[in-house]
């Protein structure tokens, strides 16, 4: 199989728009093959997707999703650009699914250009620390934080996420193919989590692994 370089998925990028972790997927699976990658994206309608990502999107809904008896609850808020798709049942069921994977997965932001600058500084300070500890060179010490940073972003950032129903796309691409469904863009805005008691010393109860047990049996 021919090795899928940066600068072909940089290049595919700049001629679909499409995301680059779609680029390199479509690459992969088409052996490098530029013009079949385009195919590949645009059947699965994540190249039109990226050009309706600029519109303005100022509909949608506010969804919620309690779980445990009103132990967890999680609100959402995902945005469309008219009033029929927000009340499209499609719609509601992606924004449904959104719900049910924050509280699964505890994202801490939406995307990773919402994180503080003062809490990336902080993460790679202690990457650094941990890297210099397990007794790293010190010529590849930033190259591996820089790595441990980037799966900090994927933990953290909801659309980095694995999709809690399908691990093998990420929330972001799962908007994508939502978009190039529905034919409008559409952008998860803002979310709140709440745990009750959380922050007041108790026994710990892994709420997570029981959310993740609904989503396995729905």
Do not use: W
Not at 24 to 29: D, I, P, S, V
Not at 92 to 108: C, E, G, L, T, Y
Request: hydrophobic share 40%; with cysteine.
């Amino acid at each position: 199989m021919a090795e899928i370089t940066a600068a072909m998925v940089k290049e595919l990028r700049e001629r679909t728009g499409a995301g680059m972790m779609d680029c390199k997927k479509a690459l992969t699976e088409a052996g490098g093959d530029m013009e079949q990658a385009i195919v590949i994206l645009r059947e699965r309608g994540l190249a039109q997707a990226a050009k309706k990502a600029g519109r303005i999107a100022a509909e949608g809904v506010v969804e919620a999703y309690i779980h445990g008896g009103g132990r967890i609850g999680v609100l959402v808020e995902v945005n469309c650009e008219t009033d029929f798709v927000a009340k499209n049942e499609e719609f509601r069921a992606f924004v449904k699914d959104i719900a049910m994977h924050i509280a699964a997965s505890n994202p801490q932001y939406v995307r990773r250009e919402e994180v503080p600058q003062d809490v990336i500084e902080r993460e790679r300070e202690i990457l650094r620390a941990q890297t210099l500890n397990e007794g790293k060179p010190e010529h590849v010490v930033d190259k591996i934080v820089e790595g441990r940073l980037e799966k900090f972003f994927k933990e953290n950032c909801l659309l980095e996420q694995p999709f809690v129903k399908d691990p093998d796309k990420t929330v972001d691409t799962l908007v994508k193919e939502k978009i190039a469904t529905i034919g409008e863009n559409i952008s998860i805005r803002r979310f709140a989590r709440f745990v009750v008691g959380e922050g007041i010393e108790r026994q710990e109860t892994n709420f997570v692994e029981e959310v993740m047990s609904q989503v396995r049996l729905s």
